[in-house]
């Protein structure tokens, strides 16, 4: 099965500032990579699908790039709302899997 | 309002078994493949099992394969996983998901709150 690798495992920031978390795959998955985001106590929330496609009601400071092996996952400007884990996701091989996380919390 | 309600995490021993529901509101549940996803205590996210929006097709983890049966009642608005044969690293927060519409159900859009399953002598 695919392994995806989230880095950093945690990012300290401040309201405002821009966000960049990368994800890189253990083989190609083309583009059909996701994000979802996970507050404490929540369920996790779809915010990015095949790589750079926002689901629906997902503000437009969430941004997603890349294909193949490296994906980037980029906050523009943090909210305080915005302060959660990350999981980056895989569909181009069955099963689907996740990556580890990345925390990104307040600074 | 898309709503996902799961229920019927407790604890249970080593060996017993379980069974989850999920009831679902908000959107033509029949028309929809579901999956379960899990969460051990402090970890990362891990896909269980998956179901077709007919019931037709059932996809499982190897870790859960020939232990966990996914089934739905289309009728009821309901999903369902049935838990055998658990074991200490069955321990996590079970979440039901939609799936949006797509070839396989591999992507997940709506979520639930999960339920709580401690497997535990």
């Known amino acids: 099965e695919i392994v995806l690798t989230q880095s950093p495992a945690t990012l300290s920031l401040s309201p405002g500032e821009r966000a960049t978390l990368s994800c890189w795959a253990s083989?190609?998955?083309?583009?059909?990579l996701a994000w979802y985001q996970q507050k404490p106590g929540q369920a996790p929330r779809l915010l990015i699908y095949d790589a750079s496609n926002r689901a629906a009601g997902i503000p437009v400071r969430f941004s997603g790039s890349g294909s193949g092996t490296d994906f980037t996952l980029t906050i523009s400007s943090l909210e305080p709302e915005d302060f959660a884990v990350y999981y980056c996701?895989?569909?181009?091989?069955?099963?689907?899997?996740f990556g580890q996380g990345t925390k990104v919390e307040i600074k | 309002e898309v709503q996902l309600l799961e229920s019927g995490g407790q604890v249970a021993q080593p060996g017993g078994s379980l069974r989850l529901s999920c009831a679902v509101s908000g959107f033509t549940f029949r028309s929809y493949a579901m999956s379960w996803v899990r969460q051990a205590p402090g970890k990362g996210l891990e896909w269980v099992s998956a179901i077709s929006a007919s019931g037709d097709n059932t996809y499982y983890a190897d870790s859960v394969k020939g232990r966990f049966t996914i089934s739905r009642d289309n009728s009821k608005n309901r999903l369902y996983l049935q838990m055998n044969s658990l074991r200490t690293d069955d321990t996590a927060v079970y979440y039901c998901?939609?799936?949006?519409?797509?070839?396989?159900?591999?992507?997940?859009?709506?979520w639930g709150q999960g339920t709580l399953v401690t497997v535990s002598s």
């Open positions: 996701q895989q569909r181009f091989n069955w099963p689907p899997t």
């Open positions: 083989q190609s998955v083309s583009s059909y």
């Open positions: 998901a939609k799936c949006p519409p797509g070839a396989v159900p591999d992507l997940f859009d709506y």
